[in-house]
């Protein structure tokens, strides 16, 4: 796999039936390592590891409905009150972030009402910050470390 934009982190790879799977902390279990699933388990390492946010607060893939339609999202991250928090949008490193990314992170906000936002592709990442009363965000340089 190609490095990414993060720092550098130690993974379980394991072969298996002719594809390599990466354990997933928060899953706890082999998932098959796709770009996108490198890219995300480099997004866990991150919230993990270097903004200190505790595993047991961090969901990855689950399912919300959006307009009727189910849909997965990669990453939330709640807080201690179990409001959202973070709320990450996954692609593949080869996939361009444009326009069409920040309106699926979007869509998927308007149901879980995430204070801030995060979209990567493991090269370029964005972070927002919400301001539900004015219906808009601001870019971030960065998410914040983890605080209760």
Known sequence: MQPLNFPKYRF????NENSLHIFD???????VLQP???VRQHVVHFLVFTKKYPQSLINVEKQLMVNNL???YDVVVFKPNGNIDLLV??????????QST???IAQYNYELKS???MVTNGIEHYYCKMDFN???YSFLKEIPDFSR
């Open 12 to 15: 379980r790879i394991k072969s």
């Open 25 to 31: 902390m928060i899953r706890k279990k082999f998932v």
């Open 36 to 38: 996108e699933e490198w």
């Open 70 to 72: 189910k849909k997965r």
């Open 89 to 98: 949008e996954c692609k593949a490193p080869k996939i361009k972030i444009d």
């Open 102 to 104: 920040f309106d699926q």
């Open 115 to 117: 204070n801030h936002l």
């Open 134 to 136: 004015r219906e808009k």
